[in-house]
Antibody
Framework: QVQLQESGPGLVKPSETLSLTCTVS????????WSWMRQSPGKGLEWIGY???????NYSPSLKSRVTISVDTSKNQFSLKLSSMTAADTAVYYC???????????????WGQGTLVTVSS | DIQMTQSPSSLSASVGDRVTITCRAS??????LNWYQQKPGKAPNLLIY???NLQSGVPSRFSGSGSGTDFTLTISSLQPEDFASYYC?????????FGQGTKLEIK
């Protein structure tokens, strides 16, 4: 059973860069796409971007200027960096497997438990 | 971006009720519509993919239908474990977008 676990700081100061890591167990990052999502009361569920195990990426246009997603196949991890954080970036951040091709569509089939990130001085 | 609009945003119902949640896309997405269930403090969980296909382990009381821009999720007979939030998600193109959610509460 594939399991994902987010790790990183729960509190970030305004203007700083958020760094989160997702560790994958029970399976390999190789061969798959991996995504970051976030969820806030104000904006609901939001897809941030994905990375393929080979390193190719696709980011949401609304965050593209501030986002970097990277992968480390040797550690079976992938990571998110989000710069210039503001209060509007306060949310629960999830890592997930996907978009996973699934019978004609793309889904997010395994998710981490989520980690709350608060932006405050 | 494709906007996904769910209705209602909240719904009160009783065990045994039949409920329907609708999801409308701002443009045609074919059948590229997925549904997720989320319980408090947990991550979303894939429920239905490609409009109408149940993910493994999902009870048959759940069903999905639609095409183009209009989609529905139906629960034929609510069980206590079904009280949760439900989100639609389009996988037609990036950026992938979700509906704002429907919170299903016990009446």
């Amino acid at each position: 059973q594939v399991q994902l676990q987010e790790s990183g700081p729960g509190l970030v100061k305004p203007s700083e860069t958020l760094s989160l890591t997702c560790t994958v167990s029970g399976g390999s990052v190789s061969g798959y796409y991996w995504s970051w999502m976030r969820q806030s009361p104000g904006k609901g569920l939001e897809w941030i971007g994905y990375i393929y195990y080979s390193g190719s990426t696709n980011y949401s246009p609304s965050l593209k200027s501030r986002v970097t997603i990277s992968v480390d196949t040797s550690k079976n991890q992938f990571s998110l960096k989000l710069s210039s954080m503001t209060a509007a970036d306060t949310a629960v951040y999830y890592c997930a497997r996907g978009p996973q091709s699934f019978y004609g569509t793309s889904v997010f089939d395994y998710w981490g438990q989520g980690t709350l990130v608060t932006v405050s001085s | 971006d494709i906007q996904m609009t769910q209705s209602p945003s909240s719904l009160s119902a009783s065990v045994g009720d039949r409920v329907t949640i609708t999801c409308r896309a701002s443009q045609g997405i074919g059948g590229h519509l997925n549904w997720y269930q989320q319980k408090p403090g947990k991550a979303p969980n894939l429920l239905i993919y490609t409009t109408s296909n149940l993910q493994s382990g999902v009870p048959s009381r759940f069903s999905g239908s639609g095409s183009g821009t209009d989609f529905t999720l139906t629960i034929s007979s609510l069980q206590p474990e079904d009280f949760a939030s439900y989100y639609c998600q389009q996988s037609y193109n990036t950026p992938y977008t979700f509906g704002q959610g429907t919170k299903l509460e016990i009446k």
